[in-house]
């Protein structure tokens, strides 16, 4: 509970700072990296503020970067990258949520970017849809609710949209954040 009030004051504290920095019209400009990623605008900047801020985080280590415009998915890659994903992808989410702020600050991005580093979200995705899937089994063999672990909007998103193809079963997103989980119901429950 406290590593939750520390992220959210560091992030409340960074998006202070871009508003004093929006009001003195200052920008944060980044001369330092060596390839430009402003081919088409604010997308390629994100991506550019990214790559510095993983830069600075992992001093020393080479970061390299791929970028899905279409998908508005920048990935990152690199030696022992792990501190930036942190347990259970939090430090991944904060990294994301302050890339956004500032690219919704900054009025360089219209949707939400992605971020996935070493992998780490597609792979756990998959882990996310086996998971899913076995319990809607489950959830339907013993004709009773299942309820899973609490997930990020995102990836209680995936889940509600695959399960939703399963006729035997149907979901529902309960609970307060950062609790907030998928509760599965088969369509026929035991009426003990």
Same mark, same amino acid.
């Given at each position: 509970?406290? &590593?939750?009030? $520390?992220?959210?004051?560091?992030? @409340?504290? %960074?998006? &202070?700072?871009?508003?004093? &920095?929006?009001?003195? /019209?200052?920008?944060?400009?980044? $001369? ?10 604010? %997308? ?20 390299? !970067? &791929? ?25 991944? @989410? ?7 702020? !500032?690219?919704? =600050? ?5 949707? =939400?970017? %992605?971020? @996935? ?5 597609? @792979? ?16 339907? /063999? ?15 998103? !995936?889940?509600? /949209? ?12 309960? %609970?307060?954040?950062? /609790?907030? =989980? ?11």
């Amino acid at each position: 509970m406290e &590593e939750n009030g $520390n992220m959210k004051s560091a992030i @409340d504290d %960074f998006v &202070e700072s871009l508003e004093k &920095e929006r009001q003195s /019209n200052k920008l944060i400009e980044d $001369n330092s990296s060596k390839k430009s990623y402003k081919k088409s605008g604010g %997308f390629y900047e994100i991506a550019s503020k990214l790559k510095k801020i993983m830069e600075m985080t992992c001093i020393g280590q080479e970061i390299k !970067i &791929e970028i899905d415009e279409s998908n508005y998915l920048i990935s990152i890659h690199g030696k022992d990258l792990s501190v930036l994903i942190g347990k259970d992808g939090k430090v991944i @989410d904060a990294i994301e949520k302050i890339i956004n702020l !500032i690219g919704k =600050r900054k009025k360089l991005i219209k949707k =939400r970017v %992605f971020i @996935d580093i070493e992998n780490y979200r597609k @792979d756990n995705l998959k882990k996310i849809e086996k998971v899913a899937i076995k319990m809607a089994k489950k959830a339907v /063999n013993e004709r009773k609710k299942i309820t899973l672990k609490p997930m990020p909007s995102y990836e209680r998103k !995936i889940v509600h /949209n695959m399960l939703a193809k399963i006729k035997e079963v149907k979901t529902q997103s309960r %609970f307060n954040e950062p /609790n907030r =989980r998928v509760v599965i119901y088969p369509v026929k429950q035991n009426n003990n």
